[in-house]
Nanobody, 123 residues
Framework: DVQLVESGGGSVAPGGSLRLSCVAS????????LGWFRQAAGKEREWVGW????????LYTDSVKGRFAIDIVSAKNTAYLHMSSLKTEDTAMYYC?????????????????WGQGTQVTVS
């Protein structure tokens, strides 16, 4: 039974930083594609970035490049989303998601496993 558990959200002022965590169980997060998505109130779910840890590749959507960073600590079976220089438009529920294959996509429908989400509010 695969579970992803997120934490680290909260309220920060513009320009601040947060680190989100995604702890996986029943799943080896470092062997597959791990994605981060967000969904603002009243908006569609948006791809933020992904990490293909086995292949050593990371990709981000343009709006967060240079401000967000994804990494994985395989020994902890945990993925992280480091966020800095936060803007009000970053306010959203943030989700980690996992695929069952070691290949990445930005399409949410291609991720069968999802965390419960953690709220980030920048104001």
């Amino acid at each position: 039974d695969v579970q992803l558990v997120e934490s680290g959200g909260g309220s920060v002022a513009p320009g601040g930083s947060l680190r989100l965590s995604c702890v996986a169980s029943g799943y080896s997060v470092g062997t597959k594609c791990l994605g981060w998505f967000r969904q603002a109130a009243g908006k569609e779910r948006e791809w933020v970035g992904w990490i293909n840890y086995a292949h050593g590749t990371i990709l981000y959507t343009d709006s967060v490049k240079g401000r967000f960073a994804i990494d994985i600590v395989s020994a902890k079976n945990t993925a992280y989303l480091h966020m800095s220089s936060l803007k009000t438009e970053d306010t959203a529920m943030y989700y980690c998601a996992a695929r069952t294959v070691p290949y990445c996509t930005d399409a949410a429908r291609e991720f069968p496993y999802w965390g419960q989400g953690t709220q980030v509010t920048v104001s």
